[in-house]
């Protein structure tokens, strides 16, 4: 019992004078000894990093739950050592509406279609979200976590040791200097003298031990970076893979939604409704010219003649480049927006931005055209084309 009181003491004593050269050492009435310029520089660093991770380590948990209601609830269950529930995605349950809308709307309708083709691709998208997410916080987030709950806390507590060991190497320097100014005044502080030497040796030596810890685990954040980007070029990378399917599904949409926007806006692509039906075998080519001329300028209708190649047929899958005609006059000219890779013989390929010549024929989907570049015939959709006044 009297130990422990006596060691309380004695703690108490210590925090005090700490505490009083610390004080001192504000005001400018102590001395204070100065680590190298090397350490401060690994402090600095080691300082820097923490900060930078924080920083990033909270934007990326932004990036990738902007819920700040779900984030807190992740933090308990992770302080909990519990496994998150797993959790729909904004993309996922969009398609579920979607699918729900569709199923009631009747999903033979054309609108019920479309939100058939776009609920599924939503539910795609969300699906790589997740994976995106969970393949991020593996691999980007708990390094960061690891790194602030882990090395930094032994780090700050050794600088919190080393910054004790110093104050008690200043107070000891402080005592000694108090020793000898007394002993030039009485013999009798010899012993003081003596004493306040032997503790300046050992607070010397304490803190040289202290300081060697430190500056090891210092050292240590060069390896804290070398790891730090390798996870960072996992994050870009599974960012990249998450970007690129996103891309691909969307591109896939695309190509579905040919009909339903044509459905939706069909003045924008090929101006004439008329021209959706082929004209009768008996209507002269003059009639039928007269009859698709617009009031504003629309993709030129390729007349029907007796006795020519079926415009409809070929329209309809069973084109031949080689008998396609285009009209004499009034084609179009159509910048290409996508690239598209042709799906059989009857359709042209195209590269994004390349010029082509456009123009329908009577009785096609309204959704394609007929596109020339050069010697080069075939089917094109609509949706990949910027038309040209």
Not at 176 to 188: V, Y
Not at 315 to 323: I, K
Request: charge should be negative.
């Amino acid at each position: 019992m009297d130990f422990n009181v006596k060691k309380l003491a004695s703690d108490a004593g210590v925090f005090f004078t700490r505490a009083v050269q610390f004080t001192e050492e504000k005001l400018g009435q102590a001395e204070k000894t100065e680590l190298d310029a090397h350490f401060e520089n690994l402090l600095a660093r080691a300082d820097s990093t923490k900060n930078w991770t924080e920083k990033i380590l909270r934007q990326t948990e932004i990036l990738l739950q902007p819920n700040p209601s779900a984030r807190v609830e992740e933090f308990l269950y992770e302080k909990l050592d519990r496994k998150v529930p797993s959790r729909v995605t904004n993309g996922e349950l969009l398609a579920q509406y979607m699918l729900e809308a569709a199923n009631d709307f009747g999903p033979g309708t054309p609108y019920g279609k479309t939100l058939i083709k776009v609920g599924e691709t939503q539910r795609r998208l969300g699906a790589a979200e997740r994976d995106f997410i969970h393949s991020s916080s593996i691999n980007f987030l708990t390094p960061l976590r690891n790194f602030l709950e882990g090395d930094w806390r032994i780090i700050s507590k050794e600088r919190r040791i080393l910054q004790n060991r110093r104050l008690d190497l200043d107070v000891s320097k402080a005592r000694l200097k108090k020793a000898k100014a007394a002993e030039a005044k009485a013999a009798l502080w010899n012993d003081e003298v003596e004493k306040a030497e032997h503790e300046l040796r050992v607070a010397q030596t304490e803190f040289d031990r202290q300081a060697e810890v430190t500056r090891l685990l210092l050292e240590g954040i060069s390896s804290t970076h070398v790891n730090h980007l390798r996870c960072l070029h996992e994050f870009a990378e599974s960012q990249t893979n998450y970007y690129a399917q996103c891309y691909q599904y969307m591109l896939d949409l695309q190509k579905q939604l040919g009909s339903s926007r044509g459905e939706i806006l069909p003045g924008t692509f090929v101006g004439n409704a008329e021209s959706t039906s082929p004209p009768s075998a008996t209507t002269s080519p003059t009639t039928v010219a007269a009859a698709t001329i617009p009031a504003v300028p629309t993709i030129p209708v390729v007349p029907t003649v007796v006795g020519a190649p079926n415009p409809t047929a070929a329209a309809e899958g069973t084109l031949n480049p080689n008998e396609v005609k285009p009209p004499a006059s009034g084609t179009r000219k159509a910048r290409v927006l996508y690239d598209y890779e042709a799906a059989d013989s009857s359709e042209l390929a195209l590269l994004a931005d390349e010029m082509i010549t456009v123009y329908s024929l009577p009785g096609m989907d309204p959704d394609w055209l007929i596109g020339e570049r050069g010697n080069q015939k075939g089917k094109v959709p609509v949706t990949y084309l910027e038309l040209l006044s």
